[in-house]
């Protein structure tokens, strides 16, 4: 009876101490941890990926884009089925050209 009963003790000490500590990190370091993180990689440095990045999109932005005609309006206006023609597709493609010289910094 006494080693079950010391062996409860130990055990809600040992999670009540995890418990401090899990406050402990998730409060009082996790923040500025993560801060410091999110600091250092939104910083547009020379040389460093999300300079890159912003200088050159690392994927294509393009699409393709159809647009219908309706050929009856007054048709459509009396309950009938609409007839349309494809316009298209047209096609557009964005392309930047930057040249960035000075360090640009956004906190």
Do not use: W
């Not at 007054?74 to 089925?81: A, H, L, T, Y």
């Amino acid at each position: 009876m006494e080693l079950k009963e010391r062996n409860f003790k130990k055990t809600g000490l040992i999670c009540v101490a995890v418990l401090v500590c899990g406050m402990v990190f998730s409060y009082g370091i996790f923040p500025s941890i993560l801060r410091f993180m999110i600091k250092q990689n939104v910083l547009l440095k020379p040389g460093t990926q999300i300079r890159d990045m912003f200088e050159k999109i690392p994927f294509p932005l393009d699409f393709k884009l159809h647009i219908f005609n309706v050929t009856n309006p007054d048709e459509i206006m009396r309950g009938g089925k609409p007839r349309v023609n494809d316009i298209g597709p047209l096609y557009f493609e964005y392309v930047q050209f930057v040249r960035v010289r000075s360090l640009v910094l956004f906190i």
